[in-house]
Nanobody, 129 residues
């Protein structure tokens, strides 16, 4: 089992920045793909960024809507994954979730929510215009 706890959400004006944190505990060694997802009211959960550390080489992957603005990173010593969000837009407003799972590289790149075994409770991000 892996437990994930997100923090760092809040309300910012458009153009602002936030850094989300996801603290992982439990059998974290089994989760070679860590990801951030978001879900706005009335919309489906969508992938934002993923980080793969499994066989075949590591890498980071972003959805088009956040490329160049968001950065996923990981501090292995702290078992924490971060999402640095810059140049925030009102359409970034959503509940943000951290997820983890033992995935193959192609599934981590695709980033479908159904691939991930473990989820945090979410942290709200609100961007005002």
């Amino acid at each position: 089992q892996v437990q994930l706890v997100e923090s760092g959400g809040g309300s910012v004006p458009a153009g602002g920045s936030l850094r989300l944190s996801c603290a992982a505990s439990g059998y974290t060694y089994s989760s070679n793909c860590m990801g951030w997802f978001r879900q706005a009211p009335g919309k489906e959960r969508e992938g934002v960024a993923r980080r793969y550390t499994g066989a075949g080489g590591g890498g980071t992957y972003y959805d088009d809507s956040v490329k160049g603005r968001f950065t996923i990173s990981q501090d292995n010593a702290k078992n924490t994954v971060y999402l640095q969000m810059n140049s925030l837009k009102p359409e970034d407003t959503a509940m943000y979730y951290c997820a983890a799972g033992p995935l193959v590289l192609t599934d981590c790149i695709r980033g479908s929510p159904g691939y991930f075994s473990y989820w945090g409770q979410g942290t709200q991000v609100t961007v005002s215009s």
